[in-house]
């Protein structure tokens, strides 16, 4: 009686798997210095961690994953951490092709591309463009992205539209707002979850996280592993959201 209780309790409802979950990939550096090796070598491990747990959201049925890999904040690390990162972003880009062939995910990149260099810029649009015709999850990678700089680009897309005469005041709203934004074509989050035992949002989806679930956990993420996936997702199905009503 007591096993199948437990049992039943770590059954994942396929059901109400998360539509959109967003990851802040934290700790890679703090893995790292635990091991004495360099946080360059956290940030590899890092890397390689994504591929596994894209797969393993997209065979849950989840639609979205988005996480966090550069902030608009992360410029002010060591010059050499932001070399070791921008490469490893670029070698990912290359690897993209291949990796999704025959996984039916879709690339998506997410932030502020105007401080990255013409290459990166290339190996961007060539990963999305190879990956367009994939229907099932989009793994979409915020990539120099900040919560507050996306609301900011947002602003300045309608303000241009109501200068030009597109658009009127009286038009805007939250819906109309929310399509000038990164994540328009996506569903909305339903889950965020940290690693590395930080709470705070680190200005990952500010204006996406309003009705967002939470989670965190104090494995790094190189240790983030599909068990832990899971508990994340079991904890979210035994929340009760309200969206601010009653139930
Ligand atoms: C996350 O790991 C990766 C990036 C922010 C680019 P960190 O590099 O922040 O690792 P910690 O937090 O120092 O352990
Ligand atoms: C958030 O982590 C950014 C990414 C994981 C890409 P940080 O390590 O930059 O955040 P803080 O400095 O701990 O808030
Ligand atoms: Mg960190």
Redesign the pocket.
């Known amino acids: 009686m007591f096993l199948r209780k437990k049992e039943k309790q770590h059954t994942l409802d396929m059901k109400r798997i998360p539509q959109h979950i967003g990851i802040?990939?934290?700790g890679n550096g703090r893995w790292a210095r635990r091991r004495g090796l360099p946080r360059t070598a956290g940030h590899k491990k890092g890397a390689d961690n994504l591929e596994h747990i894209a797969d393993y959201c997209a065979s849950l049925g989840v639609k979205a994953l988005t996480v966090?890999?550069?902030?608009t904040?992360?410029w002010a690390r060591p010059q050499d951490e932001v070399d070791t990162l921008m490469q490893l972003m670029y070698d990912y880009l290359l690897t993209v092709e291949k990796k999704f062939a025959g996984r039916d995910m879709r690339l998506k990149i997410s932030g502020d591309r105007s401080r990255f260099s013409d290459k990166i810029n290339h190996a961007i649009d060539h990963a999305e463009e190879v990956t367009a015709s994939g229907n099932g999850m989009v793994l979409n990678i915020a990539l120099n992205y900040g919560g507050r700089d996306e609301i900011v680009h947002a602003a300045k897309m309608v303000a241009e539209r109501v200068k030009n005469g597109t658009c009127c005041p009286e038009e805007i709203d939250e819906t109309y707002f929310a399509q000038f934004l990164y994540t328009a074509d996506l569903p909305e989050v339903d889950l965020i979850i940290r690693p590395s035992g930080?709470q705070?949002l680190?200005n990952f989806l500010l204006w996406q996280a309003a009705y967002a679930e939470f989670w965190y956990s104090d494995i790094c993420w190189p240790d983030f592993k599909d068990r832990n996936m899971r508990q994340a997702i079991l904890a979210y199905q035994r929340r009760d959201r309200r969206f601010g009503g009653v139930k």
């Open positions: 802040i990939m934290d966090y890999a550069f902030s904040e992360n930080e705070r680190s």
